[in-house]
């Protein structure tokens, strides 16, 4: 089987959360190794070497090869904890590998031709990543590195599913056996800019040119009140005519 990295590690003999403080205070890393038809078995790493490994994205998806004093052990990772505040290494989990039984493990998915797809290229689509990495089967020895997808050929509004990954003999995917075949990709138009919530009820508020500005103090019109206060306004403008009138005739009489 091929090993992609290669370090060592010491037995722990101490466990519990003190004794690992005390690790991590000189440098150390504890980890896990379990599986294999093996009891797990407690490790210690150095945090300087996995620092220089965990930006390697083959680091998560290959098989190593750890050196527990003069026995070497192939596994591969299934788990690194980070401290949420540093750059550091809080421990690590470690599954054994053997040749004759398959393993589980993410692999990442390489999208290639992006930029010269049809989609993309003449019908100015925008690529959207739904899964940029999925979990495989395999043996040891069918491993790949990472899983290849070509969008050369998708058009505007294709969408690609994880039954279109292009799968290394022996290799399966392990939510397609369950019967979910999840969007991978796809190319779709870009969405229109939607005004800003803050201009926009500016601009309505600003009368439409020729129009008439509403009164100091009146009531914005369908106000709670607005209709009354119309139809009260009729009557009193002909009250107002009528005394007018009457006191036109009185000066007539005279």
Same mark, same amino acid.
């Given at each position: 089987?091929? %090993? !992609?990295?290669?370090?060592?590690?010491?037995?722990?003999?101490?466990?519990?959360?003190?004794?690992?403080?005390r690790l991590r205070h000189t440098g150390k890393v504890p980890a896990i190794l379990y599986g294999g038809g093996e009891p797990p078995q407690a490790l210690v790493l150095d945090q300087q070497n996995l620092l220089t490994m965990i930006g390697n994205e083959k680091f998560y998806s290959s098989i190593v090869r750890l050196k527990i004093e003069n026995k070497a052990q192939a596994a591969i990772v299934k788990d690194v904890h980070m401290h949420p505040a540093r750059s550091a290494v809080v421990h690590v989990d470690l599954q054994r590998v053997l040749e004759n039984e398959k393993i589980r493990i993410r692999l990442p998915i390489h999208f290639r031709n992006e930029a010269i797809s049809p989609g993309v290229k003449t019908q100015g689509g925008v %690529? !959207?990543?739904?899964?940029t990495d999925v979990e495989v089967s395999c043996l040891p020895n069918d491993l790949p590195e990472y899983l290849e997808f070509d969008l050369g050929e998708m058009n505007l509004n294709d969408t690609k599913f994880l039954a279109d990954i292009p799968l290394p003999a022996g290799v399966v995917i392990t939510d397609l056996v369950h019967g979910k075949n999840r969007p991978v990709v796809s190319i779709h138009s870009p969405r229109a800019e939607e005004p800003e919530p803050v201009a926009a009820e500016a601009a309505a508020a600003v009368p439409a040119e020729g129009a008439a500005a509403p009164a100091a103090g009146a009531a914005p019109a369908g106000a709670a009140g607005g209709a009354p206060a119309a139809a009260g306004a009729a009557p009193a403008a002909a009250a107002e005519t009528k005394k007018e009138g009457g006191a036109a005739k009185k000066e007539g009489k005279k």
């Open positions: 089987m091929k %090993v !992609s990295f290669e370090f060592g590690a010491d037995r722990r003999d101490k466990q519990g959360k003190s004794a690992s403080r %690529v !959207s990543h739904m899964e």
